[in-house]
């Protein structure tokens, strides 16, 4: 069976489950109409399914790789580019002054999510140029939007974001890479950035880099770090790419996964650059790039979440062993069933998660409201950790499902999990969503949270009265969860920083068994069943997670790192 987008469980979250059609009811998504989102999902699916899904495996045994100072990419991969590119995929939520069709960031999600499970490895360009369209359209000087952003959302020109060197990854303040005035309003920029994800590739007119970068004279740590956009090619009077730049791929990385996107290491040698945002604003200006990205990277767990669920029901399906049920297939035996509808359950929770993030951004940006804002700042770490956890819990039950053929590379199985690992990895690491929402995201006191877990609980007492048993457990949880809040908001940080991911993943917990129980309520067939297993048996997995959460740092540092090396 190949690789099918869920464009129905996608549209069905949307309309049922997450309120998309609050979105739709706003002046700035009047277009979003209900014809107009079946016909984007439809599109979309045609595209990842057709044209994307086929370079899956092609870019696993074929890798990017760099051939005289060029990049040269995997087979199919230039054809599925442009096809993404002339669909206008890459400017789906872009502001339409540039060329965008300044859609909502919900209908985005549920592209990324699409072609994730496509094609991960060629998704990640499509992404990258998203985020740095919407970094330069809220940061940039009208000269610079007015030249980049039409060829960056129409595909001409392609996105990278440079932030890591060997010696500052997450710590990003500790980077060196210089920029020097050159007194024309452009900067010398100089160092070595390392991780950055498609740095190059032959079949893209221009590389437009925003790299992070220190003036002379500035401040220690984030404070003294400014954004600058180093194209590949310097635009000549006319806006075409005009001389190379003084910039080069030093090398590819060999990683565990994704071999068809080249992951470079890039060498900046006095290379010109343009500020964009204020002089050492550069980290404000990043994060509205890394923002995009975090829940894009979410999105791409569950995307490979969903293939290898896909792939695993196949064979599931297919393989004939032992004696249970009629059918004789594995799919009947009770441990392999519990795997697949736990991971039907995860990923269902997971999107729902995702696409309501989503659809708090969206409501933000067309209402101005402050609550939906606070709210999407809070659902972001919560997408992006539950997303990619699912993306790596499932993609490894997928191998386990297929027993010993898994193990084996030629069942492709194996490529999912090699493929998602990395997405905890992306954007900040998952504990450091974590410790960004028990910190940052709660630096009004919980409050945001308070008030989602307030319509978790009102809709847990509305499906009483049809659902009273699913409906206590919700309820249950969510106020559990809502004390452990309050005792979280109370600590100092070191102890929030040491529950901080069982919290996460706790949070996760209690909104998918909501999500669940709302769509429980809407069908009464297999989505109904499907809630039942979740909040029956996946939801109670939020008390131990609590616990852990509420001995804070207590005996974290008892053992010193040499007490930890016993033998």
């Given at each position: 069976?190949?690789?099918?987008?869920?464009?129905?469980?996608?549209?069905?979250?949307?309309?049922?489950?997450?309120?998309?059609?609050?979105?739709?009811?706003?002046?700035?998504?009047?277009?979003?109409?209900?014809?107009?989102?079946?016909?984007?999902?439809?599109?979309?699916?045609?595209?990842c399914?057709?044209?994307?899904?086929?370079?899956?495996?092609?870019?696993?045994?074929?890798?990017?790789?760099?051939?005289?100072?060029?990049?040269?990419?995997?087979?199919?991969?230039?054809?599925?580019?442009?096809?993404?590119?002339?669909?206008?995929w890459?400017?789906?939520?872009?502001?339409?002054?540039?060329?965008?069709?300044?859609?909502?960031?919900?209908?985005?999600?549920?592209?990324?999510?699409?072609?994730?499970?496509?094609?991960?490895?060629?998704?990640?360009?499509?992404?990258?140029?998203?985020?740095?369209?919407?970094?330069?359209?809220?940061?940039?000087?009208?000269?610079?939007?007015?030249?980049?952003l039409?060829?960056?959302?129409?595909?001409?020109?392609?996105?990278?974001?440079?932030?890591?060197?060997?010696?500052?990854?997450?710590?990003?303040?500790?980077?060196?890479?210089?920029?020097?005035?050159?007194?024309?309003?452009?900067?010398?920029?100089?160092?070595?950035?390392?991780?950055?994800?498609?740095?190059?590739?032959?079949?893209?007119?221009?590389?437009?880099?925003?790299?992070?970068?220190?003036?002379?004279?500035?401040?220690?740590?984030?404070?003294?770090?400014?954004?600058?956009?180093?194209?590949?090619?310097?635009?000549?009077?006319?806006?075409?790419?005009?001389?190379?730049?003084?910039?080069?791929?030093?090398?590819l990385e060999?990683?565990?996964?994704?071999?068809?996107?080249?992951?470079?290491?890039?060498?900046?040698?006095?290379?010109?650059?343009?500020?964009?945002?204020?002089?050492?604003?550069?980290?404000?200006?990043?994060?509205?790039?890394?923002?995009?990205?975090?829940?894009g990277?979410?999105?791409?767990?569950?995307?490979?979440?969903?293939?290898?669920?896909?792939?695993?029901?196949?064979?599931?399906?297919?393989?004939?062993?032992?004696?249970?049920?009629?059918?004789?297939?594995?799919?009947?035996?009770?441990?392999?069933r519990?795997?697949?509808?736990?991971?039907?359950?995860?990923?269902?929770?997971a999107?729902?998660i995702?696409?309501?993030?989503?659809?708090?951004?969206?409501?933000?940006?067309?209402?101005?409201?402050?609550?939906?804002?606070?709210?999407?700042?809070?659902?972001t770490?919560?997408?992006?950790?539950?997303?990619?956890?699912?993306?790596?819990?499932?993609?490894?039950?997928?191998?386990?499902?297929?027993?010993?053929?898994?193990?084996?590379?030629e069942?492709?199985?194996?490529?999912?999990?090699?493929?998602?690992?990395?997405?905890?990895?992306?954007?900040?690491?998952n504990?450091?969503?974590?410790?960004?929402?028990?910190?940052?995201?709660?630096?009004?006191?919980?409050?945001?949270?308070f008030?989602?877990?307030?319509?978790?609980?009102?809709?847990?007492?509305?499906a009483r009265?049809?659902?009273?048993?699913?409906?206590?457990?919700?309820?249950?949880a969510?106020?559990?969860?809502?004390?452990?809040?309050?005792?979280?908001?109370?600590?100092?940080?070191?102890?929030r920083?040491?529950?901080?991911?069982?919290?996460?993943?706790?949070?996760?917990?209690?909104?998918?068994?909501?999500?669940?129980?709302?769509?429980?309520?809407?069908?009464?067939?297999?989505?109904?069943?499907?809630?039942?297993?979740?909040?029956?048996?996946?939801?109670?997995?939020?008390?131990?997670?609590?616990?852990?959460?509420?001995?804070?740092?207590?005996?974290?540092?008892?053992?010193?790192?040499?007490?930890?090396?016993?033998?």
């Amino acid at each position: 069976m190949p690789y099918t987008s869920p464009t129905t469980d996608i549209r069905f979250i949307l309309d049922r489950v997450v309120g998309f059609e609050d979105v739709a009811a706003t002046e700035r998504f009047a277009e979003a109409t209900p014809d107009t989102v079946e016909a984007i999902l439809t599109e979309a699916a045609k595209l990842c399914d057709q044209v994307l899904a086929p370079l899956n495996r092609a870019g696993d045994t074929s890798p990017a790789r760099l051939e005289n100072g060029v990049v040269r990419t995997s087979p199919g991969f230039e054809e599925g580019f442009r096809a993404i590119a002339e669909g206008g995929w890459i400017g789906l939520t872009a502001a339409p002054d540039h060329g965008g069709m300044g859609l909502p960031v919900a209908l985005g999600t549920a592209l990324n999510d699409m072609m994730s499970g496509a094609c991960l490895a060629l998704q990640l360009n499509p992404l990258l140029t998203q985020g740095q369209i919407e970094a330069l359209e809220a940061h940039a000087s009208p000269e610079i939007k007015a030249l980049y952003l039409p060829k960056l959302t129409s595909g001409t020109w392609s996105g990278t974001m440079n932030l890591t060197e060997p010696q500052a990854g997450s710590d990003v303040g500790a980077l060196r890479t210089k920029a020097e005035p050159t007194g024309d309003g452009t900067y010398a920029i100089s160092g070595q950035k390392i991780y950055i994800t498609w740095g190059d590739a032959d079949f893209i007119e221009n590389i437009c880099h925003l790299v992070l970068a220190r003036l002379p004279d500035a401040a220690p740590g984030t404070r003294g770090i400014s954004l600058f956009l180093v194209p590949k090619f310097l635009p000549d009077e006319a806006g075409n790419p005009g001389r190379r730049n003084d910039l080069r791929v030093v090398s590819l990385e060999h990683k565990l996964g994704l071999h068809g996107s080249p992951t470079a290491v890039m060498e900046y040698d006095g290379a010109t650059g343009w500020m964009v945002g204020s002089e050492n604003g550069g980290m404000a200006a990043m994060f509205t790039m890394m923002n995009n990205a975090r829940l894009g990277v979410g999105a791409q767990g569950i995307g490979v979440a969903e293939a290898a669920f896909q792939k695993a029901l196949e064979y599931a399906s297919d393989r004939r062993q032992g004696k249970a049920g009629g059918s004789g297939a594995i799919v009947e035996h009770a441990d392999v069933r519990r795997m697949l509808t736990a991971m039907k359950a995860d990923v269902f929770a997971a999107r729902a998660i995702a696409l309501a993030c989503a659809v708090a951004i969206d409501m933000g940006r067309a209402t101005g409201e402050a609550d939906w804002t606070a709210r999407a700042a809070l659902l972001t770490p919560i997408a992006k950790a539950f997303g990619t956890d699912t993306g790596i819990a499932v993609a490894e039950d997928a191998i386990q499902v297929h027993g010993g053929m898994g193990f084996i590379e030629e069942t492709g199985v194996a490529q999912y999990l090699r493929d998602v690992r990395v997405t905890s990895i992306y954007e900040g690491t998952n504990g450091i969503q974590a410790m960004d929402l028990v910190a940052r995201k709660m630096s009004d006191g919980g409050e945001a949270m308070f008030r989602l877990l307030d319509e978790v609980e009102t809709a847990a007492e509305a499906a009483r009265s049809e659902l009273p048993d699913l409906a206590h457990v919700v309820w249950s949880a969510a106020e559990t969860l809502r004390e452990s809040t309050e005792w979280l908001v109370a600590q100092p940080l070191d102890d929030r920083f040491a529950g901080a991911v069982p919290y996460l993943r706790a949070a996760a917990r209690v909104l998918g068994g909501h999500f669940h129980l709302k769509a429980a309520l809407v069908e009464n067939g297999p989505r109904r069943a499907l809630a039942r297993f979740y909040i029956t048996r996946l939801l109670p997995e939020h008390a131990a997670l609590l616990a852990q959460v509420s001995v804070g740092a207590d005996g974290l540092y008892d053992m010193s790192p040499e007490d930890l090396a016993f033998a």
